[in-house]
């Protein structure tokens, strides 16, 4: 899962995506929490980063770039962090990664438009990318619902999930 969305504040501004139900399943133990950017080794803060010229999978085969708000190219980084994530994922066999929608990494249905305009277009980020090509489900934190929750944890977590949050 997306440390953001754990509510870890690792976010390019500095601020978390804390979602209670990422939160819950986190701190309950039944998700590694990763950052692909801090994994990469980038700052906190750091500038806005958007996938241009293309989407996440051309910048996977090197015909897209990923670059930040002032023009620099960060898009080796984006894919070392990308990898170093699927890494974790196959080693700990992981069955489904939720993931911060809209991020350049993490977006699962939508990313910025790469113009640094606001819009956002249909398409994964770098990291989301990488992990559907290794087959594993990915979902952002607009997808959550207690279905795919507890297909994914034993059956007592999600009986105490459902006492919490109800089956939603
Ligand atoms: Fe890190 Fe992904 Fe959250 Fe961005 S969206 S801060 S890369 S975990």
């Not at 819950?24 to 590694?32: E, F, M, N, R, T």
């Not at 990469?40 to 803060?45: H, L, Q, R, S, V």
């Not at 959550?144 to 089956?167: M, R, T």
């Amino acid at each position: 899962m997306s440390s953001c969305l754990a509510g870890f504040k690792v976010r390019y501004n500095g601020t978390s995506a804390q979602n209670d139900v990422i939160s819950w399943l986190a701190s309950h133990g039944q998700a590694i929490t990763v950052c692909p950017e801090i994994m990469a080794g980038f700052a906190i803060p750091r500038p806005a980063a958007e996938i241009v010229g293309g989407n996440a999978q051309n910048v996977l085969d090197g015909m897209a770039r990923v670059r930040e708000n002032n023009g620099k190219d960060v898009t080796a980084s984006y894919i070392s962090g990308a990898r170093m994530v699927l890494k974790i994922a196959l080693k700990n066999k992981v069955q489904a990664a939720f993931l911060k929608e809209n991020s350049p990494s993490c977006g699962v249905n939508n990313v910025y438009s790469g113009n640094f305009d606001g819009h956002l277009l249909l398409g994964t980020g770098v990291t989301a990318c990488i992990l559907k090509n290794a087959g594993i489900q990915v979902y952002s934190e607009t997808d959550l619902d207690y279905i795919k929750i507890k297909s994914f944890v034993s059956p007592d977590i999600a009986a105490e999930f459902a006492a919490e949050f109800g089956s939603f």
